[in-house]
């Protein structure tokens, strides 16, 4: 379960105490016992026999840091990442992949059986590579005045420390190359003072930057810029507010989904790990077991990541999203693909769906990938869909877990349970539950 701390912290006089590590949580902290309550230390795995320098303590619960390791988990991995443990990116390099999946999956399956009131099992981990797996990152730039000097990097955790970086090994090695010379690009700018930050994405036909600049670039800075585009070929786009994208050269973005090609705006969302997505949008429709006669409702589709590829295999498909541009991308990338039988609708989704006029038909499938919020505002409204089969797409396992009751009230079985490992080394916890009806 996620544990959120107050600001209004109360610090120890640093005191030190040695404790034996049981269990990691979802964050990479380890778990031990201390005085009646749980004691949350980054740095420590289960098994470990560690010291820990006492930094907070609640009621409940206190924290620390592993000051000392006396005994050594055979789980405890080198951080391939020389940032880790500074950087606020990933939390759990420390750790071997299989102990990372194996904590949250145990986590997740927690949750879940909590609310169920009975041992939910997971069926099965969703994981591709553990490096080399982000297609998306967002570089915070800071420039420092006394040293007249552009820093490039992560922010610290829980701070607004930047860390300057060269490298980051968990972003796909496209983007990875590009960070050293982007930096020394960036920092030759004579708006270097007067930068935001840089978005870098690896589309499949190439990767692409957006650079967020404060105030207007000189003739000489585009010049720079371009020519940086032209030589690493990355595609160049400016955004000089929140609203503006310029594209100045390169081919628009497209990825691939389920053997659809798929073009999106750089800013628009799509999932950063391209593997475990690929594995997530099959196993979903195969868990819908989708019919040429079938009618499926997908919400908080966003561009259609599920709805496209099922138009290929059910009768009809409707997509509902809050966000218009990805509504509009949406129905561009059904036309574009030849779907006609895909609709896409901008609505909100608090309303009730079933009152809808595209609704009147019914569907006996229903997809949801809501954001952490969860979806408490449409699960009664799903429930009187009454459809056959439910696939819920989670990044937030408590509100998962919490939106499930309305179903299991309303006879739906939770019929498997699988762990998305979509973002390795960091406490991101991503799943995937098929309901059926009984």
């Known amino acids: 379960m996620a544990q959120f701390y107050s600001a209004k912290r109360r610090v120890t006089t640093r005191q030190r105490i040695t404790v034996t590590v049981d269990d990691l949580d979802p964050f990479g902290q380890g778990v031990a016992r201390h005085q009646g309550k749980a004691l949350f230390i980054s740095g420590a795995l289960p098994g470990e026999e560690v010291e820990v320098t006492l930094l907070e303590e609640k009621r409940q619960y206190a ?24 950087c606020g990116g990933c939390q759990q390099q420390h750790a071997s992949v299989a102990l990372q999946q194996e904590s ?12 169920a009131v009975r041992d ?7 994981s591709g590579s553990e490096y080399g797996y982000r297609r998306r990152a967002r570089l915070s730039l800071n420039y420092l005045p006394k040293e007249k ?51 870098l994405v690896q589309a499949d036909n190439g990767p692409l930057m957006i650079l967020r600049h404060l105030e207007p670039l000189s003739a000489a800075d585009r010049q720079k810029l371009e020519q940086f585009s032209h030589t690493e070929q990355v595609s160049l786009f400016l955004a000089p507010d929140s609203e503006t994208l310029e594209q100045v050269n390169g081919e628009p973005p497209v990825y691939h989904s389920q053997g659809l090609r798929l073009s999106f ?23 819908l077991d989708l019919q040429p006669q079938d009618r499926l409702l997908d919400l908080f589709c966003g561009m259609g990541n599920f709805t496209l590829p099922a138009g290929e295999q059910a009768e009809n498909v409707v997509g509902v999203e809050g966000v218009a541009a990805l509504v509009r991308q949406g129905a561009y990338n059904a ?8 609709t896409f609708f901008h609505e909100n989704l608090d309303d009730d769906v079933t009152r809808q006029p595209w609704a009147a038909q019914g569907f006996n499938k229903v997809l949801l990938d ?10 009664q409204h799903i429930a009187r869909l009454a459809p056959q089969r439910v696939v819920y797409v989670s990044c937030n396992p408590a509100t998962l877990a919490r939106d499930s009751q309305t179903l299991l009230a309303a006879g739906y079985h939770l019929e498997r349970v699988a762990m998305l490992d979509m973002f390795p080394h960091t406490g991101h916890l991503e799943s995937m539950v098929l309901f059926s009806k009984t």
């Open 120 to 126: 939910i099992a997971i069926d099965e981990i969703i």
């Open 335 to 342: 036309s574009l693909n030849n779907l006609n039988n895909v």
């Open 104 to 115: 949250k999956a145990r986590a997740l399956s927690r949750q879940l059986s909590r609310e």
């Open 149 to 199: 000097r552009l820093q490039m990097g992560f922010r610290q955790a829980a701070s607004a420390e930047l860390v300057e970086i060269t490298e980051c090994p968990v972003l796909m090695p496209e983007l990875n190359a590009l960070i050293a010379p982007l930096s020394q690009c960036l920092r030759s700018l004579q708006a270097a003072r007067r930068l935001g930050h840089i978005e």
């Open 370 to 379: 809501p954001a952490r919020a969860g979806a408490a505002g449409v699960m």
């Open 265 to 287: 705006s750089p800013r628009d969302f799509i999932q950063v790990n391209d593997a475990v997505n690929q594995q997530m949008v099959s196993r979903a429709l195969a868990w």
């Open 63 to 86: 924290r620390g840091k592993a000051s000392k390791l006396i005994t050594r988990s055979p789980q405890r991995v080198t951080p391939r990442c020389p940032y880790f443990s500074r």
